[in-house]
């Protein structure tokens, strides 16, 4: 059994693309007392976070937060929406889209993976021809959903949302648009309503900096009149019991209020900084990183432009270097955590994590780390990362956003 109470000196760096490092001042006000969830001081709490998470989502609409991680808040969407051997239609951008659909498998109901073949979908961002293509055919209207993954954790392509959506409409089907954001959300843009998104999963360890533990579901109109009539069974799960309470700030069973102190936390932090410049910090990250890993002559995971994620970046290990071993190397030598090849990719690449709290000076640490892990582990680089990224960051250089009155 390792010994849980000793910590190399220094911070480990946690760059993995999520759970991502959980700022001090959010450690904090996680650390309040407890609170009666059905006390004045708790709905105060409540309906401030309720209206603060509807912002990052950019939504009028009702955003439900579960006590689960992610996966909760993926099954939640698809079992107040759908019945049993409903088909649905869902993307294959990688192995987080992958495991979305055997959940649906699980559900009873019928999915259709549809992609490009072998490794190729998992370089590019969704292709929206091809849905519109599969709606079209759908005359009878038997695909009731169309499920995508925004931000592919598992490869570092982000794919345009609003794209499905025309693509959805170019066919005319009336079919839900259910969007997996939980890398995405407060790291990539994302808008619920202009977007015409019917539900939005997203989670607490990634963009929002909190720990793991709380998920979203952002529901439109247009979903939530389905859960009314929709027979998969649910009760945990179930939108119309926790809207109604949430009305005034409370949950239908015991919420994490801690970790809802840390949601209000990070909202404040979020909002003073203004979403728009989390964007452009996060965008900016991700060019610089991009630049280190060409220099260093290896290959992106991500093969189009437009894709590139802002919030990770997927670097493949040339042949016959096994990816894991080298995470190993950097992880024993440098105490840093980078995020593992998943499914189809295991050991052929490893994941930089650029989200949520990071800056200029923590994206070169982490570059700096990858380098010397590289080379130590007997990869010849074509050039320093480390300068390339530097030029990148400083040619862009510009006062970091403050508080807005500071
Ligand atoms: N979807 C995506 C895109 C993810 O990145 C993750 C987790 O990393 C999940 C779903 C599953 O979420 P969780 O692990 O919080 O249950």
Redesign the pocket.
Known sequence: MPNLNFHPAGRHFLQI??PSPVPDQILRAISYPTIDHRGPEFGVLGRKVLAGIGKIFKTTQPVVIYP?????A?EAALINTMNKGDAVLMYETGH?AS??KKMAERLGLEPEFLGLPGIEGWRRGVQNDLIEQRLKADTAHRIKAVCV?H????TGVTSDIAAVRQAIDAAGHPALLMV????GLASADYRHDEWGVDVT?S?S??GLMLP?GI?FNAISPKAMEASQTATLGKSFWAWDEIVAMNSNGYWPYTPSTNLLYGLSKALDMILDEGLDNVFARHQRLGEACRAAVRAWGLEIQCVEEACHSPVLTGVMTPDGVDADAVRKLIYESFNMSLGAGLGKLKGRMFRIGHLGDCNDLTLMATLSGCEMGLRLAGITLQGSGLVAAMEHLQSTARPVARHPEG
């Open positions: 693309p999520g689960a991680s992610g996966t909760g993926w987080f495991l979305w993954v931000n592919e954790t598992s997996d954001t939980i890398s999963i989670g360890q990634k793991p998920s």
